[in-house]
């Protein structure tokens, strides 16, 4: 049964916010009342590059770009509810990136109303509202292209005619809704909100408007919802500040304690390993001139969520809900026996942890794939490294084909090692395995013997050393020298 097409009318929203609008906040958002909630602005050449990913630990949809950042992170909760706002220029590449996300999502968005940097200066964002044919045109190619409802967002132009004019047109592309944050391109927060332009919008169209830019004097409180919706004459609300300050706005019964709001918040933030960069600039958005208070400090000072979660007592919480991830982590791993072969897409792929122990002292996996293409005058192997919750996972091209492990493992050079095993073994090639008979590789190297009186440990010790910095050299080609734990941008 094809799901009921999300309603514009009648609705409060979480409004679309850089680094604020990311999962926990918006399922938070819904937990208190929340109609519908938008996610922050991704930019369209970004998005377009991600591949779908489903995350059976967490039970996600993830869109990973090719350097491993979850650009977004959507979930069943809130299929229905859930508003992709992207950043675009180019009605060809919106397109293709709300065709990517379309069955995971409710509705599709394009910002033609930030005024910040980031959006404005590849054309997008407020941008488009000094080139109205390329309003037009961006979202027709999106009504006629997906099957789901398509909205923009606004900013007012200087007079209340311009403002009806482009916002008849928009109406005429097929749009289910038009959002209008009632404040000219170059205004910020601190000036007045124009309800009268807002009002006009409403009354000249048939499409549903929804009204923004009231956080500041308009909406501190619940109430004041429905009397921002009356003073503007819109369909609808949507409410940014308001809600990053105590998200509880949206229910009818708060707002609610802000310390209750924040571990609800931190819960989710752990339960779906949101960024913690991203989860601590959140927490203090919601503190605001308690950033400077002890538990301010300590959330200031935290580097990831088990140091965030002792500034809320949450401790056990992390600890727990950590565990139950990765006990998750290990049974998918375990369900796939060790050594059989499946394909994904065109990878080889095992189910093969890299055990140190398991092999020669002086000799790895990684070590004989590279002897064995120097033997056979192959061209040496080349690696690609990828990183998701914390793990890696490494692709090998070698004689044409690729081979990875199907495991993640806690180090890069370990997942070299492994997806090295994976191909050693399809090829039928000696892995250096403790117990393994000697192979011509592992004789050439005569451990046990002397040559030029030197131990051929000390040989192998002086090889591996050189193979180790032609390890290094590939990994920086490959661009594996990238730290892990930097922090994702946000568009």
Request: glycine share 6%; charged share 30%; proline share 5%.
């Amino acid at each position: 049964m094809m799901a009921e097409r999300l309603s514009f009318r009648n609705i409060t929203a979480l409004a679309p916010m850089v680094r604020v609008g990311t999962l926990p906040m918006r399922l938070l958002a819904l937990d208190y009342g929340a109609d519908v909630v938008y996610c922050e602005e991704l930019i369209d050449i970004k998005m377009a590059q991600c591949e779908r990913v489903v995350n059976e630990v967490l039970h996600t949809v993830d869109f990973v770009a090719p350097d491993e950042r979850v650009m977004f992170r959507t979930c069943e909760k809130e299929k229905e509810r859930v508003v992709f706002q992207m950043g675009t220029a180019d009605p060809d590449r919106a397109l293709i990136v709300a065709k990517l996300v379309e069955t995971d999502v409710a509705a599709i968005d394009v910002n033609m109303g930030c005024p910040k940097e980031y959006s404005t200066k590849g054309g997008m964002g407020a941008a488009l509202l000094s080139d109205p044919d390329k309003i037009v045109a961006i979202l027709r190619t999106l009504v006629t292209g997906v099957a789901i409802p398509v909205t923009c967002k606004i900013r007012i132009l200087p007079t209340v005619e311009e403002t009806v004019s482009l916002v008849r047109r928009i109406e005429e592309t097929g749009v289910a809704a038009v959002a209008v944050h009632g404040r000219l391109r170059e205004e910020r927060p601190r000036h007045p909100l124009h309800c009268d332009f807002i009002k006009a919008v409403a009354e000249a169209v048939s499409v549903p408007i929804i009204a923004n830019g009231g956080s500041l004097d308009l909406v501190k409180t619940n109430a004041d919802i429905e009397e921002f919706r009356k003073k503007t004459g819109s369909s609808s609300v949507m409410l940014a500040r308001a809600a990053m300050w105590n998200v509880s706005v949206f229910s009818p019964s708060g707002p609610f304690p802000l310390e209750k709001v924040m571990e609800d918040y931190l819960k989710y933030a752990i339960r779906y390993e949101n960024h913690a960069f991203n989860t601590k600039y959140c927490l203090c958005q919601m503190l605001r001139d308690k950033v400077e208070s002890p538990q301010g400090k300590l959330l200031q000072a935290a580097q990831t969520h088990a140091d965030i979660s002792a500034a809320f007592g949450l401790q056990q919480f992390c600890q727990q809900t950590e565990d139950e991830l990765q006990k998750k982590r290990n049974k998918l791993q375990g369900d796939c026996p060790p050594d059989a072969l499946r394909m994904e897409g065109d990878v080889s792929t095992m189910a093969v942890k890299f055990i140190r122990r398991e092999y020669l002292p002086h000799f790895s996996p990684k070590m004989f794939l590279l002897e064995w293409s120097r033997k056979e005058k192959l061209q040496q192997p080349l690696y690609e490294m990828r990183s998701l919750d914390r793990g890696f996972q490494s692709t090998v091209t070698f004689a044409g084909k690729r081979f990875r492990s199907s495991l993640w493992e806690k180090s890069k050079k370990f997942a070299e090692q492994a997806a090295s095993v994976v191909c050693l073994r399809v090829l039928g090639i000696p892995e250096g395995r403790i117990g393994d008979e000697e192979s011509d590789l592992v004789c050439k190297r005569k451990r046990d013997g002397r040559t030029n009186g030197t131990t051929e440990e000390e040989q192998s010790s002086k090889r591996h050393s050189g193979d180790m910095r032609q390890e290094e050299e590939t990994l920086h080609v490959n661009g594996d020298d990238q730290n892990a734990n930097t922090p994702p941008e946000k568009s």
